[in-house]
């Protein structure tokens, strides 16, 4: 495991996270204080052992594809910050 | 015993015997809520005309010949289940004003079994939190002591529960937010086997962990609340279909039999002589009770913490990826797409949140995949086949629920001291075991004035929630603790 410092301007990018400098300054110094905790895991020998993802036994669940009803659409654009007729409305995206 | 202090069973037996109406209870406790909010906190709404309404249908329901397992229960839903119509905010800012546009399944059922909505009660913004601070939308406290917190991240429902604003609480427990607040504020709080309640309509933090369960003042109130939510939805393909056995018919009032485990490496000397007595004692109440202990060993529970911090915050990282602006919630406009995405998410999430999201994506990225999230996946392996051997050799596991009574505000400003609240309670939810907080007793925490409860943690293993509620409710009939002091709340006589 790394005991490097973490780019938190980098990861905050990667995670779509605007942050002021003192936050960069904040949350770098804590974080950096929780990889010491997690880094405890590196005294475990894990060599043999598979990942678990979810404990509870679960196979593919499938079932029939039956039309039923689903939300109503003007409820949910109703909710939305914003929309147009009968979509969600972004800034763009594409450029001219 | 006044109507708002009766349990669920006793105002459903009331209710469907039509000695007492669900409107009058409704009223008792919505008058009950107005004397007692200001101090509590436990509510981001209260929905006064929808219990109004349930409750008149329920008194309809129950005139035309139907008997309703939870027939006029007041009921609490944790503020990240969906209620149609109402405001369901996950204690953030960033859905401050959403309003759930359906009803999760859990609900749904307690509704259908004859519960009363009250009110959508507070937590940690997204369930990240031991103890309400962390809400956006106001602050909760104990009722057993004002000056303390009330335990999260399900902070909120246990404060109603315990200051007789609901008779039910909705929780979800990802790592200890249904058992710490339970432990905090008197209560039984129960999480099932994962899987066992569906998660339709939980706002998700972190999907392999999630689980709903309930807060209540007995066992048996937990054990009817379980009975009717539990079963296979077709709408949560993570819900598990196995038959439900139920649990409120079965509860014992002995320990003849039942092998109970004691975990070495939970040294409770560790946690001082009074904490220590109470759990020596717990131990042989529960030996007392006819059961046999037996010393047990969990290896790599002490990696737990380490695990679920690695686990959690990647899987947090991506289900809060949904918050952008678009589709649901707050939006703050930017120069282009990504910067609305940006300022949107600076803006809605508090500081919490989006520590764990930093530290979520940090441990996913490339790099650092392996070492960190894969890892702690392979710990997450070792500790469930801890439990496995354990389980060879005792029915159940009998641990502290947290390691000191509800603290003051403001006491754990450093991130991790918060995370250490979680220490007994995440290895359970590592392994998706079904555990439960019942109270044990009470202490007197260093500088406080007024004895503070703490809970005793029982584990079974998985999909056993008929022996361990049976064996809680053995121990809370024989022990009573809960009933040794009062919430100290400032009571008016319209409130009563």
Request: glycine share 8%.
């Amino acid at each position: 495991m790394s005991s490097e410092k973490i780019d938190v301007r980098y990861v905050a990018k990667l995670a779509r996270l605007a942050l002021t400098d003192d936050e960069v300054a904040r949350f770098g110094a804590q974080l950096g204080d929780l990889l010491e905790h997690v880094n405890a895991l590196a005294k475990l020998d894990v060599s043999q052992v598979d990942a678990t993802a979810q404990v509870v036994e679960s196979r593919n669940v499938e079932r029939d594809d039956i039309v039923r009803p689903s939300l109503d659409r003007e409820t949910v654009l109703n909710e939305a910050p914003q929309r147009q007729g009968g979509f969600f409305r972004v800034p763009r995206i594409i450029a001219e | 015993m006044e109507i708002i202090e009766r349990s669920a069973a006793q105002i459903a037996r009331e209710v469907n015997a039509r000695t007492l109406s669900a409107c009058d209870v409704t009223d008792a406790v919505l008058a009950h809520v107005e004397a007692v909010e200001g101090d509590v906190g436990s509510y981001v709404s209260v929905l006064h005309d929808q219990a109004r309404a349930a409750a008149a249908r329920v008194d309809e329901r129950v005139k035309n010949g139907e008997t309703l397992p939870l027939a006029g229960v007041p009921l609490a839903v944790k503020d990240n289940m969906c209620l149609v119509g109402t405001r369901t905010t996950a204690g953030s800012k960033i859905l401050e004003n959403w309003h759930a546009p359906y009803t999760a399944t859990a609900v749904q059922r307690l509704l259908d079994a004859g519960c009363v909505p009250i009110g959508k009660a507070n937590m940690d913004e997204f369930a990240m939190g031991s103890s309400c601070e962390n809400s956006a939308l106001g602050v909760t406290k104990n009722p057993y002591d004002l000056s303390r917190v009330p335990g999260g991240s399900s902070g909120g429902s246990a404060a109603a529960v315990a200051a007789f604003e609901a008779a039910i609480g909705m929780g979800s427990d990802t790592g200890g937010s249904i058992r710490e607040p339970a432990a905090f504020c008197n209560l039984v709080g129960f999480k099932p086997t994962y899987g066992r309640i569906s998660r339709y309509g939980l706002i998700a933090f972190a999907s392999s962990l999630d689980q709903i369960g309930p807060l209540t003042r007995t066992v048996e109130d937990a054990a009817l609340a379980y009975d009717a939510m539990a079963g296979k939805d077709p709408m949560d393909a993570t819900s598990i279909d196995r038959a439900i056995e139920p649990t409120a018919t079965t509860l014992r009032t002995d320990l003849t039999g039942v092998k109970i485990g004691i975990v070495k490496q939970f040294d409770t000397r560790e946690l001082g002589d009074d904490i220590d007595h109470l759990y020596d004692k717990a131990y042989h109440d529960l030996q007392a009770l006819g059961a046999e202990l037996v010393d047990i060993e969990l290896p790599t529970a002490d990696y737990g913490l380490a695990t679920y911090y690695l686990i959690a915050p990647a899987e947090c990282s991506s289900n809060l990826a949904r918050f952008d602006g678009v589709r649901y919630g707050m939006r703050v406009e930017g120069a282009d797409v990504h910067e609305m995405y940006e300022k949107t998410r600076a803006a809605g999430f508090g500081p919490e949140v989006k520590r764990r999201i930093l530290i979520g994506t940090y441990a996913l990225s490339s790099g650092y995949y392996d070492a960190y999230y894969v890892r702690a996946q392979k710990a997450r392996t070792l500790i469930a086949r801890d439990f496995e051997a354990a389980f060879a050799q005792c029915d159940l596991i009998a641990c502290p629920a947290a390691s000191s009574p509800a603290f003051q505000f403001n006491a754990k400003s450093d991130p991790y001291s918060m995370y250490l609240m979680d220490y007994y309670t995440i290895p359970m939810s590592l392994a998706g075991l079904p555990a439960l907080s019942v109270p044990c007793g009470w202490v007197t925490p260093a500088g406080g004035s007024s004895p503070m409860p703490m809970g005793l943690q029982l584990t079974a293993p998985l999909f056993k929630e008929r022996e361990l509620l049976s064996a809680a409710h053995a121990y809370e009939n024989m022990t009573k603790h809960a009933s040794a002091y009062r919430p100290s709340l400032e009571r008016t006589p319209g409130g009563r």
